[in-house]
């Protein structure tokens, strides 16, 4: 594929998006990481913000798409802002078009990308098996809560806003069974149970 489009290292797809663009550790993520989705993904930002209400209730799915997509496509429209979007070709539809359109940027640009952050678990498998079978790469498909990390790791937040912003992520996104739990914390080298329930923790 051939396109001028910039690839930063991590991709998110859009459900990742919106988890992250919900904390209160967004603006600092938007100021300090450089990310990348596919125009699949910034199609259904913009499709969100469209169909779900700005005035649902506080606390519904409803509002909590609506804010997420609209903070998120203000940092991709932003020119200032280092983050791209770039075109997938073929492009997929359908309920999983973003995840898939991810994972076809992933296949044919393997080596550009050192994190895919995906909210649903069966695309995070497959794209790690993209990036099992390339060589020379040592790419990760990650749960949303990785941007966080990130951005501690970055120095832009202390270990207290990261544990408290993943705790915000996993009640808003109603991440609160066990397996989500687990998934929510795979990769993560950093203990909040100074700052975290029990019952949000691995």
């Excluded at 998006?17 to 550790?25: D, K, M, P, Q």
């Excluded at 603006?27 to 930002?45: G, K």
């Excluded at 898939?100 to 895919?116: D, P």
């Amino acid at each position: 594929m051939v396109d001028d489009a910039v690839r930063h290292p991590v991709i998110v797809d859009t459900d990742a998006v919106i988890a992250v663009a919900n904390t209160n550790l967004w603006s600092r993520i938007s100021d300090n990481l450089q990310l990348t989705t596919t125009n699949v993904c910034y199609h259904e930002l913009k499709r969100h913000v469209r169909e779900m209400s700005e005035y649902a209730p506080e606390g519904t799915r409803e509002r909590w798409m609506h804010d997420g997509s609209k903070r998120a496509i203000e940092s991709f429209d932003d020119e200032d802002q280092p983050f791209t979007t770039v075109p997938c070709v073929p492009r997929p539809h359908g309920e999983d078009a973003g995840e898939k359109s991810v994972k076809t940027e992933i296949e044919q640009n393997t080596a550009l990308y050192r994190f895919a952050i995906l909210m649903d678990k069966h695309g995070r498998r497959a794209i790690n098996r993209v990036f099992d079978d390339a060589e020379e790469t040592t790419g990760k498909a990650v749960a949303p809560t990785f941007l966080l990390y990130l951005l501690l790791d970055e120095g832009a937040c202390t270990v207290a806003e990261f544990c408290q912003a993943c705790g915000e992520m996993l009640r808003g996104e109603g991440w609160t069974g066990y397996q989500a739990i687990q998934a929510a914390w795979e990769a993560i080298p950093v203990d909040c149970s100074q700052y975290l329930p029990n019952d949000l923790l691995p």
